[in-house]
């Protein structure tokens, strides 16, 4: 592709960070607007219905809303190599760091967004005025209003004070374990990103890397996770630290050593939200029984699970399931041995239950939305 796409965003979005870096990977030309503009307010937002980033325009005119669903449009072009691995495992392996990566990390991106506002909120106070549209008398007003609505998103998500600690602790632990990792290989399944790479880059670029108190500890605590935040957002491999690293995925599906241990801490959070997140989607949608083709809400309500001995109440969220049923679909269409090996694998790492673990009614896609089917 030649002609420009435009990408309707900003620096500190997280979805956003997602979707951009997929194009600068795949060499696909673009420039970045924040969605203030004249052309978003009369041609865009009529179509898509939300001011949602991120969202792409194609240089048809034709827009694409969702980090995810841009990516899967491009995917499925002629002359796109996918960034989705061909073997069982590693095709699996890579689908649910997709998960983990766009809602399983929100708490800890959220938290070290909000909760530091000495060292943060003078600059996040002009990554928010930069979204206010011009005329208006007291951008940074408005641009409060838009920081203080974050802050209570962040608590729906579970991010309250009796919770700072454990979520602080997984985290570090986290960082350690994914440095150690990125010390051996340059992206998680081998020399090249894969969809899972990019899911993990969503909280990890716009929030974690960028914002000044946790970048500050990345690049203490975990430089070479930090220099993976570069790297995703640099054209062509950029592992010249390797040297002579292949730029492919590791061969016979293989899954690193270091990146198990990883795979494992991510499991004693993840595993019980989502089965908590199914549990109370479920009551919500026996309760609800919305029509056929309903947007689906961010949240339908809260989901209660432990992690660490500490009660965790965090919005249940449908969007979960919608990425969630991918990977499932994906493990339903391998032959029997494939399924063996993935079963084990995730059987050795905790996370069988999320071959299985869903909801009672499917996120679909219909018009830019998110909807019941």
């Known amino acids: 592709m030649t002609e420009i796409c435009t990408l309707y965003g900003a620096p500190f979005s997280l979805y956003t960070g997602k979707a951009r870096s997929y194009l600068i990977k795949q060499g696909i030309p673009y420039r970045e607007l924040i969605p203030k503009t004249a052309h978003f307010r009369n041609n865009v937002l009529p179509t898509v219905h939300r001011t949602m980033m991120p969202t792409l325009e194609l240089p048809d005119n034709a827009f694409i809303q969702d980090s995810t669903v841009i990516i899967d449009y491009f995917e499925n072009q002629p002359g796109i190599t996918s960034t989705l691995p061909d073997t069982p495992k590693q095709k699996i392996i890579a689908l649910l760091f997709d998960v983990i990566g766009s809602e399983g990390l929100l708490r800890p991106a959220m938290h070290y967004r909000w909760n ?5 909120d003078d600059f996040m106070e002009q990554c928010f005025c930069t979204m206010v549209p011009s005329g208006i008398d007291d951008p940074l007003a408005q641009a409060k209003k838009g920081m203080d609505r974050m802050r209570g998103a962040a608590v729906a998500f579970g991010v309250k004070p009796e919770l700072f600690s454990v979520i602080e602790t997984a985290y570090e632990e986290l960082l350690d374990l994914l440095d150690e990792h990125f ?16 899911g993990l880059i969503a909280p990890f670029y716009g929030h974690l890397s960028r914002d000044p108190y946790p970048s ?9 996770v930090f220099r993976w935040t570069e790297r995703m957002n640099r054209p062509g491999m950029d592992i010249g630290e390797f040297e002579d690293y292949p730029g492919a995925f590791l061969a016979d599906d293989e899954i690193p050593e270091t990146l198990k241990p990883v795979l494992k801490l991510l499991s004693e959070d993840f595993v019980p939200e989502t089965m908590a997140a199914a549990e109370c989607i479920n009551k919500w949608l026996e309760k609800s029984n919305p029509q056929p083709g309903t947007p689906v809400e961010r949240g339908v309500g809260l989901g209660e699970f432990e992690f660490r001995g500490v009660k965790i109440q965090a919005l249940a969220q449908p969007y979960r399931f919608f990425l969630l049923t991918r990977m499932q679909k994906a493990f339903a269409g391998l032959d029997k041995t494939g399924q063996e090996t993935v079963r084990a694998l995730f059987d050795e ?6 071959l299985s673990i869903n909801i009672n009614r499917a996120v679909m896609r219909h018009d830019h939305l998110e909807v019941w089917d």
Do not use: C, H, V, W
């Open 116 to 120: 530091f506002k000495e060292d943060n």
């Open 183 to 198: 010390l051996q290989i340059p992206y998680l399944l081998g020399g090249r990103p894969s969809i899972g790479d990019f």
């Open 216 to 224: 500050m500890i990345m690049k203490k605590r975990a430089l070479r």
């Open 349 to 354: 790492l905790d996370l069988t239950q999320l």
